[in-house]
């Protein structure tokens, strides 16, 4: 019976056909009483599916967040979790965790279909990213009640410990500045602007001339993770990108290819890497090792993290997870202030 509704709720559970016959009753009494606790524990009554619960994440996200989180869980959804059409209608209350490891070893053995590593095969700081939406997704349903336990999920999507070590490459100014020497004129322009703020590439490729205001020395960031943000710059990073700016129309790409268009992931990736070699830098050196040197050199210097935080784009947990070791010496000096 709903409890709202007080009326009686009648729900067919199929009638087992893939079992032997002398197994059907067992399944069906003890999907009965599964059923029974779940309602009775104020779970909903009408199933939802993987699909119900994806389609309802990227609503959320698009209500609660912003448009490109909501586009890029979507993304996410179409390319690996809702092709698999018999998994898609699965029933979230019959979601255990054998469905969630087959889903997750499937996926790992997936090559990536997007981006600069295009059909490489998927790193573990990939597979994270990639479980993260759909982790979310399934704590969202649950939150909302469609299931009364995270169990089937809880220890199957758990992410890979250090699977980000790449960002453990540091490059410092003199190797960043020699880097950017090796680089095409127009990469070496884009590269230069990542070494002089902490954004992602990504979002540095999609800025326009428009969101940089000369007059007030800020920079817009529209297109991101985490939404719009705004940023101060100093006065010779601004003089950088007054530079980069002139005789351009404001739709035009503020960091442009030789052809006039915006940088991507796909046109970077192979150029990066000539320039990197040519440089003699580092193996794994990419245009996001620049992301994390300037963010290293950030938090090393002493900018509180919330700051850091905020000008990167990110949370200040996962700063304080991939950075806070870089407080220490800060850290000793205060102590050492200390000594009577």
């Not at 009554?45 to 994806?54: A, E, G, H």
């Not at 809702?82 to 898609?88: H, P, Q, S, Y």
Request: charged share 25%; proline share 4%.
């Amino acid at each position: 019976m709903d409890v709202t509704t007080q009326k009686e709720v009648f729900k067919t559970m199929g009638d087992f056909s893939e079992l032997p016959a002398h197994q059907r009753f067992d399944a069906a009494q003890t999907e009965a009483m599964t059923q029974v606790a779940h309602i009775g524990k104020g779970g909903i009554i009408k199933p939802k599916t993987i699909r119900d619960v994806c389609e309802s994440y990227v609503n959320q996200q698009r209500q609660n967040k912003t448009a490109s989180a909501a586009k890029d869980a979507e993304k996410r959804f179409n390319s690996y979790v809702l092709d698999n059409e018999r998994f898609a209608a699965l029933e979230l209350s019959k979601l255990t965790p054998a469905h969630i490891d087959s889903w997750r070893k499937a996926l790992a053995k997936r090559p990536t279909t997007s981006g600069g590593n295009r059909g490489e095969k998927r790193t573990a700081s990939t597979l994270n990213r990639d479980m993260t939406p759909f982790r979310a997704a399934l704590n969202h349903a649950f939150e909302e009640s469609w299931v009364t336990s995270d169990f089937a999920w809880r220890g199957k999507l758990k992410p890979i410990e250090d699977a980000d070590k790449k960002r453990e490459l540091y490059l410092d100014k003199d190797q960043r500045t020699k880097f950017i020497s090796m680089a095409t004129p127009d990469l070496a322009l884009f590269l230069r602007g990542m070494a002089m703020l902490p954004v992602r590439p990504g979002a540095l490729s999609t800025l326009t001339v428009g969101d940089f205001d000369k007059r007030l020395m800020t920079l817009q960031i529209k297109v991101d993770k985490t939404g719009t943000r705004k940023i101060k710059l100093p006065a010779a990073t601004a003089d950088v990108f007054a530079l980069t700016a002139k005789d351009k129309l404001p739709s035009a790409p503020l960091f442009a290819r030789s052809n006039g268009s915006a940088w991507n992931k796909d046109s970077w990736k192979y150029p990066v890497k000539d320039a990197a070699t040519a440089a003699n830098m580092p193996e794994g050196t990419t245009a996001y090792t620049l992301r994390h040197s300037v963010i290293s050199d950030l938090v090393h210097g002493g900018l509180d993290l919330l700051t850091v935080a905020q000008i990167s784009g990110t949370s200040v947990r996962i700063i304080e997870k991939h950075y806070g070791h870089l407080r220490g010496e800060i850290a000793a000096n205060a102590l050492a202030s200390l000594v009577l």
